[in-house]
């Protein structure tokens, strides 16, 4: 089974731009979550989707945006870009609603970097 | 509020020694609690997870601890090899979480030849 598939995996950007960001889950996962990690931070929930629903979101301000398609892939779109922001974004998927339905596998990640 | 605390920030071990990393969490309502494993450049992998109904849990050289009723738990990776040297994260997640993970802030690993 080939795993999740986030892209691009690298992305330069200047402060006040948008980016949207892509991830492919496991195939058969309906549950797509995204983090932010940062050296200072550490790694941060931002939202998960569950069948196009947002399920969960933490704590981020409304620039930070997610969808989810029909086919689970997942989108993620950060607005009016901040030096802040610079991450690694991850996305992660999960089976849910099975015996170990809630472990995630998590992707490769998008290192953002604003300038 | 950081609700999953993790120490040490940094570990130094030998080839074949014994690395010990704990994590401490708040919140009750956790009942899943995975450890992942990260190295430059890559996603988390997961390492192993345990489950609050056992005290400990075993894969290969890595072990679970699990202390209820201290809300803590450890890794143990024995027999250390340079190849574990990444960084490790704790994490505590569930059901009644809605299925986030809160990680701990990690520790970078490093085993010396």
């Known amino acids: 089974k080939a795993g999740v598939t986030q892209t691009p995996r690298y992305l330069i950007k200047t402060r006040g731009q948008q980016v949207t960001l892509s991830c492919s889950p496991i195939?058969?996962?309906?549950?797509v979550s995204w983090y932010q990690q940062t050296p200072g931070q550490g790694l941060q929930f931002l939202f998960e989707y569950f069948s196009e629903t947002q399920r969960n979101k933490g704590n981020f301000p409304g620039r930070f945006s997610g969808r989810q398609f029909s086919n689970s892939r997942s989108e993620m779109n950060v607005s009016t870009l901040e030096l802040g922001d610079s991450a690694l974004y991850l996305c992660?998927?999960?089976?849910?609603?099975?015996?170990?339905?809630?472990?995630?596998?998590f992707g490769p990640g998008t290192r953002l970097l604003v300038l | 509020q950081q609700q999953v605390k993790q120490s040490p920030q940094s570990l130094i071990v030998q080839k074949g020694g014994i690395s010990i990393i704990n994590c401490a969490y708040e919140?009750?309502?956790?009942?899943?609690f995975p450890w992942y494993q990260q190295f430059p450049g890559k996603g988390p992998a997961l390492l192993i997870a345990?489950?609050?109904?056992?005290s400990e849990k075993k894969e290969g050289r890595f072990t679970i601890s699990f202390n209820k009723s201290a809300k803590q738990f450890s890794l143990h990776i024995m027999d250390s090899q340079p190849g574990d040297s990444a960084t490790y994260f704790c994490?505590?997640?569930?059901?009644?979480?809605?299925?986030?993970?809160?990680f701990g802030g990690g520790t970078r690993v490093l085993v010396k030849p």
């Open positions: 992660a998927s999960s089976l849910l609603f099975s015996e170990s339905g809630e472990t995630q596998y």
């Open positions: 919140n009750t309502a956790f009942d899943y």
């Open positions: 345990i489950r609050p109904d056992v």
């Open positions: 195939s058969g996962h309906r549950s």
């Open positions: 994490a505590a997640g569930g059901e009644a979480a809605g299925n986030k993970l809160t």
